[in-house]
């Protein structure tokens, strides 16, 4: 049997899989510690509670989600570059890590108030990183100038939706899906020229 962090660890991926399958609400402690190879009280020596189990994963998948955004963006110089690489981490991770993604985007609602927030500010830090290439995007001509918030929040809506419904085993890998996004968000971010005529 697993012991200390390894066990910890093997109850967050049985919880992760479970979550994803059967939805939180529907998933009791005792099927994780059956899953995890453990007795139902055991899990309390790992995690204080169900929902303190949740938080831990969804605040693991929103520190590890921007790492590899901060990670990838270290080398992408032109303003453009930025954001096909914001764009194509972010659907990378997405699809990667599906289903600790899903659960991150439909479970939140499982967090008591004081975890919720902590999540939420999270989310907000990660989604200024993505508002500020937008705004930079704008105010050097690359990008047409629209509300960089709205902007913000459609290509993260967009590229998050992938979690719902990729298959590892379909058509396109995960860098062919991610590059279509790209492609597609850079040039709805495009300028105008039309307008200008």
């Not at 899953?35 to 590890?64: C, N, R, V």
Request: aromatic residues 10%; contains cysteine.
């Amino acid at each position: 049997m697993p012991a200390g962090n390894n066990m910890k660890n093997t109850i967050k991926t049985v919880a992760i899989d479970l979550f994803f399958k059967k939805g939180y609400y529907a998933t009791s402690i005792s099927e994780i510690a059956r899953g995890s190879g453990i007795q139902k009280a055991s899990i309390y020596y790992h995690y204080p509670s169900k929902e303190e189990l949740l938080f831990s994963i969804l605040k693991t998948t929103m520190d590890d989600l921007t790492a590899y955004l901060k990670e990838n963006l270290a080398d992408a110089d032109d303003i453009e570059m930025q954001m096909r690489v914001a764009v194509h981490s972010h659907v990378r991770f997405h699809l990667e890590r599906q289903k600790e993604n899903f659960i991150a985007n439909s479970e939140l609602r499982g967090l008591s108030k004081e975890h919720y927030h902590i999540i939420v500010q999270k989310r907000d830090e990660y989604e200024c990183i993505f508002q500020n290439i937008i705004k930079q995007g704008a105010e050097k001509g690359v990008f047409s100038e629209e509300d960089t918030k709205i902007l913000s929040y459609a290509i993260l809506t967009l590229c998050t939706a992938g979690a719902a419904w990729f298959n590892p085993r379909g058509r396109l890998n995960v860098d062919e899906i991610a590059t279509i996004y790209e492609n597609f968000i850079i040039s709805g971010l495009g300028r105008k020229e039309a307008d200008g005529k």
